[in-house]
Each structure stands twice: as structure tokens, then as C-alpha cells.
């Protein structure tokens, strides 16, 4: 069903069967519960995680397997339990992985420490904690891909 909803950018049409409940809100915003996940370019490189309560709450998002192609999803198993991803079948069904971006002036950097975990089937999310150790909540995304000719191509960027 079609609903409206604020954003900074004004009111945009959402289908309300793609709304992602988060019992636990996202850290820091532990009192925001309702999102969308958002289109931000024709490429589906980047999203908004746009707050449905709050329209100037949106984080920018990104799949870590796009720039990070060794990334490593390790996070507790009652973690996914919790937003009801309950066998490796089902994960690779239905569970989606984000993380947040954050661009500073010279920088866009990706919080690998903090993923967003959704099952798509059920629309519940949860920001986890990673357990890999090496990561960290400022990843460079910019070194990824300038080091990385497979993902500049993927994504269709140029460095020169």
C-alpha cells in the first residue's frame, strides 16, 4: 500500500510493505523503530536508511561486499536469531547487509564494526556488532576502491 512520508528532499511515495521495524532503534537513535530503505542513485551503490518518525534522520548505507569484496559478515548468532534469520538457507535468502557511510570533505569512510542486518522476508532489522577484530567504524571506502581496479569497474568509477 502507497504512503507518503517526509525526507529533507519532501514528501516521497513508499509502498508500506517495505517498511523495516528495528525494536532497537540504531545506535544513538535507539527511539527511532520505522525505516525505508531508499534509492540514492540509478546504480544501487548507495542508499538512505530514511527514518520514518524522524524525515531529517537518514543514513547513508552501503552493501560492504561491494567495496570490500573479502568482507566477512561475523556477528553473534543471537544477533540473527533475533531478526528471525534462523539457517544458513535462510540468510542466504533473505538477509541483507549494510553499513553506514559517512562522508567527511576528503573522506567516506563505512562503520564495518557497526553492520546493519535485515531479513528482507520478515522487514525486521538490527544494527549488530561485528566480532572480526581488524574492523573498525571508520573503513576507508576510498582506498578500496582505488586500490581495487575489479571494484572501480563495478562500480563504474574513474580515478584519473
Do not use: C, W
Amino acid at each position: 500500500m502507497e504512503k507518503y512520508i517526509d525526507t529533507p528532499d519532501g514528501k516521497i511515495a513508499v509502498d508500506e510493505n517495505e517498511r523495516i521495524f528495528f525494536p532497537e532503534g540504531i545506535y544513538a537513535f535507539e527511539n527511532l523503530r520505522n525505516f525505508y530503505i531508499l534509492k540514492m542513485d540509478n546504480d544501487n551503490v548507495f542508499h538512505l536508511l530514511q527514518s520514518e518518525e524522524r524525515p531529517e534522520i537518514a543514513f547513508i548505507i552501503i552493501n560492504p561486499y561491494l567495496f570490500k569484496k573479502d568482507y566477512v559478515l561475523n556477528v553473534r548468532e543471537e544477533d540473527l536469531k533475533y531478526i528471525k534469520i534462523l539457517s544458513e538457507e535462510d540468510a542466504e535468502k533473505n538477509l541483507a547487509v549494510f553499513t553506514i557511510v559517512t562522508i567527511n570533505e576528503n573522506s567516506m569512510t563505512a562503520n564495518l564494526l557497526g553492520p546493519i542486518i535485515i531479513n528482507l522476508k520478515e522487514k525486521i532489522g538490527k544494527q549488530a556488532l561485528a566480532l572480526n577484530e581488524e574492523y573498525s567504524t571508520k573503513h576507508d571506502i576510498l582506498s578500496e576502491i582505488e586500490n581495487n581496479k575489479e571494484i572501480r569497474e563495478a562500480l563504474g568509477v574513474s580515478t584519473g
